[in-house]
């Protein structure tokens, strides 16, 4: 067996080829340009192999109702080159296997759950805080999906009272992403966040915003674990800055777990996202060997 796996981000696209272990054989990183150049990279890197089966976890918005006409579509993106182009349509053209399809922060929480962080759960969290915020869940170990997949980067969240920036998210102005994104931070301070590493206030703030995103999240999936990554969370000082407002925020509301086993760093490092692609890539061929 041999499965392929994309992890389609704004920035670059991942693709990896594993074995039926699931150990990776060969990977390459490629830019994230329009659909015709990426993709004529994408088929030249997987021709060489004969697949079994290919998991994609990718930016979005995408539709992932299977019910839906444009099922496998990326849909409304701010990336116009990409807005409602037909991803699995393409990868099913090409290959006529099996595609597993998911957003990427939920292909990340799928390998977190398996593999990383989240081993020996049923459900856990994997929220990304870099360029964007987005979140994706296992639940039960199923993906949180319904008619649609969750935006958990697009919370409203009350403004931290000595923060005046108005936020740059543009449809939304001063959700989650929009004053708690790394773009946000270096809009409000005119500095990227690594040089702000020494600046306790710059942490306290980002931490009141996440902490409040956390306590939704908390109150409305009561996962057994979330999983924190991306660009700004390689700022480790924010880890404590966040479970100790989470812990004034929820105030003994409702039993939690010890905040440092519930809130954490991601297991697979930077590799949850393309490890979750190839576990999809292998669900979805044992699905089809099953029907």
Not at 40 to 55: P, Q, R, T
Not at 173 to 196: F, H, M, Q, T
Request: proline letters at 4%; a negative charge.
């Amino acid at each position: 067996m041999k499965y392929g796996a994309i992890e389609a981000g704004g920035t670059k696209f991942v693709c990896a080829v594993s074995n039926e272990k699931l150990e990776i054989l060969e990977r390459i990183s490629l830019p994230t340009t329009t659909p015709d150049e990426t993709m004529k990279n994408v088929f030249e890197f997987f021709d060489k192999y004969d697949l079994d089966a290919i998991g994609v976890g990718s930016f979005g918005p995408i539709d992932v109702n299977k019910k839906s006409k444009t099922y496998g579509y990326i849909t409304t993106t701010p990336k116009l080159a990409w807005a409602n182009y037909n991803f699995v349509g393409a990868l099913k053209d090409r290959y006529n296997i099996p595609i597993g399809w998911t957003t990427d922060v939920n292909a990340a929480a799928l390998g977190e759950l398996k593999k990383g962080a989240a081993v020996g759960l049923q459900s856990c969290i994997y929220l990304t805080v870099g360029t964007g915020i987005g979140g994706g869940a296992m639940i039960n170990g199923q993906f949180l999906e319904g008619y649609g997949h969750p935006e958990m980067g697009h919370i409203l969240i009350r403004m931290h009272p000595n923060d005046q920036f108005k936020g740059i998210c543009p449809y939304h102005k001063n959700c989650l992403e929009g004053v708690a994104s790394g773009p946000a931070i270096e809009d409000r301070w005119g500095k990227k966040a690594y040089e702000l590493v020494d600046n306790e206030e710059v942490w306290k703030i980002e931490a009141f915003y996440l902490a409040q995103a956390l306590m939704t999240y908390t109150l409305t999936i009561n996962p057994e674990r979330i999983v924190l990554g991306g660009g700004v969370m390689k700022q480790r000082q924010l880890f404590h800055y966040i479970r100790k407002e989470l812990e004034k925020l929820m105030n003994n509301y409702v039993t939690m777990p010890d905040l440092d086993e519930y809130i954490v760093s991601p297991g697979l490092g930077d590799n949850s996202g393309i490890i979750g692609c190839l576990l999809l890539a292998q669900e979805v061929n044992k699905d089809e060997i099953t029907c």
